[in-house]
């Protein structure tokens, strides 16, 4: 019993099966369609995958569907509104990607827009036959495509005065390697048959020069804070100092990862607690020691800007309600990102300071104390093979760390110098 075939659709006999073949009329070629040039139009050996159950599914419906569009264009008619995303298309493997455990685990809320405007960005691009990047079929994204759309990205301006935009390119391409290896991890008879590959894999993208972020120093985060709090302004006032002292990321300030349980805590009452969601790290950051009976505290200045916060919610930095009646909530960073450059402004301090600038500012000045490796990744949390399963050994290298590093401030000036911070390292060891 012969079955029905789909529009364009035709059938071959191969070493003894069938194969469906989607072939694109002369005369369709003739009025400019290059929808055969662009698309896989083998559709392999399965009846269903080719063609659906009854005929009217499958990777055919897909490329009749593109060629409905293309051909509503020429007509100078309007393309036919989308109901759902096409299974198989360029879109539908970025719907795929996000619903994913993959996004779920790697992609934090903070950089899910802008994955997600990279995305737009490649989708909405329009080849040369008039249909969307987002329409088309995986499958037609060879090595040679995805070379011509990065190209095409880098060197198309989106705005005057600005000629290319390869950071956008490099983006692009970085994300969709890995969203098609997941997704055709998951979903493998989607895409071409045989070994899995990736078209993204070996993109030769120009080299460019890559920007140095900015690193704000301790007199400005200083200024910052200060003259926050002079403007009532508390909150991005802490927000920039525990940035800069304990080298937290904004994102996690602001989302209310440092809590008030963490600060001075019952169990910790000489330390901060810093967890570092995107590496997994916890660090416990040393307050104060005494030495010789004498009490040094490492964060002075930074503990008075803390001592002017109200205490709104769990996290030392929340956003008041509107009224009493309404419960503190965590900041958008993007609305606390319009504070800090209005305050900027307000106090004179340069356009290159940012929570994240703030950041930097502190783990600049970890490099200028002369730290060694593993005390620097002690404090900021960063990973490294070479320490781990020692976390019994972090908090002492935490507390030579932050003693090292006070004794460079004090060796400049910025503080009283002490017993503590005067008296060789190695002695206070080996004592």
Known sequence: MSRPLPRFVLTKQVKGRTRYYWTLPTHYRRQGCTLHKEHETALGDDYETACGKDGAGGRAAVLNGLFDDWDRMRLGEPPKPKVEIRAGTVDWLFRTYKTSTDWKNRVSKRTAPDYEITMDLLADLVGQSGIRVGDRMVTSIT????????????????????????????????????????????????????????????????????????????????????????????????????????????????????????????DHPNQIRIEHHKTGEMVLHPLEEVVEGDQVLFYEEAEQVLAKLPKLGTGLIMKPGRTEKHVATPWDIHTMARHVRKLREQLGLPDTFTLDACRHGGMTELEEAELTDGQGRALSGHKSKAYEGYAKRTEKRAL????????????????????????????????
């Open 143 to 266: 090595p040679v495509v995805a070379d011509k759309l990065y190209e095409k990205i880098r060197t198309t301006p989106v705005r005057k005065g600005k000629s290319e935009r390869p950071r956008s390119a490099e983006k692009v391409v970085v994300l969709c390697r890995h969203a098609w290896r997941a997704v055709q991890r998951l979903h493998p008879a989607m895409f071409i048959d045989g070994p899995a590959w990736n078209p993204w894999d070996g993109v030769a993208m120009e080299k460019r020069k890559h920007a140095t972020k900015p690193a704000v120093s301790r007199e400005d985060v200083y200024a910052f804070a200060w003259g926050a709090i002079g403007l009532g302004q508390v909150q991005p006032a802490a927000a920039a100092v525990i940035c800069f002292e304990w080298l937290q990321r904004p994102e996690n300030v602001l989302a209310g990862y440092v809590t008030w349980t963490g600060y001075r805590g019952k």
């Open 400 to 431: 030579a760390a932050t003693r090292k590093r006070y004794a460079h401030r004090a060796a400049i000036g910025e503080v009283p110098a002490t017993s503590s911070s005067s008296e060789p390292l190695a002695k206070r060891e080996r004592s």
